[in-house]
């Protein structure tokens, strides 16, 4: 959110005077237990951020919405990502464990319609917000989050240069999965590469992020061990050299509200093959190859076409430009100071 929350502020720092708030309390080094956090968010924050004057309020997670009744005068804008907790207690994201009601985050949600607009990052996120929440339509504003201009093509020894930093074998043909949480599908992931392997086809899988237990153990009974490298990035100004290193992108979610690291792979020349739930269906437009979330045969056939195709990122960037040009900085800081416009009014 961090990330996020930076890109924001430069495409809002344009005609506007921007200040970040993040509200913190000591408890935060004491402490990183549930209910200290609980308390910070529910009680502490809404305390300290009263104190906050603005034309404006903008809330960048909308887990901290239930802050507007503190804001005092100024119009108020926060953003919604997605409704994954609720659609997933409500069954409309599959999961294996029966999901416990989000209460904390029906009461956050709870005060949306308190807002003078709430911004989310896609069609979707919006329609579940309309069907979910009954947030009238014209209270909705769509806004897509910018793809950072670092997301580029690389020159071609980064990719040495990222091999030889974290020891991967710059030979072998790389299919990148991502993320942690449980609607990113990695056991269709995996077994989808595992027909890949099984094919002939040298192929192995970059880990990004967090490598869960779950994950792991998955990992050993598909007998794919010698075949996941896995990295965390204390820098993420690193992420465009593994775009560039990776060959595929494979990102079948259950769900997503936007699915950033479509873009991100696409600004990078990086093919991508993803699945049509929730917002995939528009992010990346047809410039991405598109199964359903349990088709395995798909998710590798489309891999491997993907793998023999001798197409350079550069053109790959050339022909999605259309679809990226959506997520560029200018376009998206344009629609920012539309709504502010609107707003401040």
């Known amino acids: 959110m961090d990330i996020y929350a930076e890109q924001l502020e430069r495409c ?5 005077d921007v200040e970040r708030v993040t509200p913190s309390s000591k408890l935060e080094r004491l402490s990183d237990s549930a209910w200290t956090m609980r308390y910070l968010r529910y009680v502490d924050y809404p305390r300290r951020v009263g104190r906050v004057r603005a034309d404006v309020h903008l809330v960048v997670d909308h887990g901290y919405a239930h802050l507007q009744p503190k804001f005092g005068s100024g119009k108020s804008c926060v953003l919604v990502h997605d409704l994954i907790p609720m659609l997933t207690y409500l069954g409309e994201i599959k999961t294996e464990n029966q999901s416990s009601r989000p209460r904390l985050n029906e009461h956050s949600l709870s005060y949306l ?20 929440l009954n947030i009238p339509f014209q209270d909705i504003s769509v806004i897509p989050p910018c793809v950072d201009d670092g997301f580029t093509v690389l020159e071609s020894s980064s990719r040495m240069d990222f091999a030889s930093r974290y020891k991967l074998d710059s030979n072998a043909r790389w299919v990148m999965i991502s993320g942690q949480e449980f609607y990113k599908n990695h056991e269709a992931s995996l077994l989808a590469v595992k027909k890949m392997i099984d094919s002939g086809t040298n192929v192995r ?25 896995s990295v965390f990035l204390n820098d993420p100004c690193e992420m465009p050299a593994v775009y560039n290193f990776v060959d595929c992108l494979l990102f079948p ?12 792979a696409l600004a990078c020349g990086t093919p991508v093959v993803t699945s049509s739930a929730g917002a995939l269906l528009d992010t990346g437009g047809k410039y991405v190859a598109r199964c359903s979330t349990e088709d395995i045969d798909c998710l590798a056939e489309s891999a491997l076409e993907f793998l023999g195709d001798s197409t350079t990122r550069e053109e790959r960037v050339r022909r999605a430009e259309p679809e990226l040009r959506k997520y560029r900085r200018k376009q998206v800081s344009q629609k920012w100071q539309n709504l502010l416009r609107e707003l401040i009014a």
Do not use: W
């Open 113 to 132: 319609t308190q807002y003078d607009q709430v911004v989310v990052p896609s069609q979707c996120t919006a329609n579940d917000l309309i069907r979910q």
């Open 205 to 229: 899988i970059l880990k990004t992020g967090i490598t869960t237990k779950h994950f792991r153990g998955m990992v050993r009974e598909l007998g794919l061990e010698g075949q996941v490298s």
């Open 12 to 16: 809002l720092d344009v005609n506007h």
């Open 253 to 264: 979610s259950l769900y997503e509200g936007f699915g950033m690291p479509v873009v991100e």
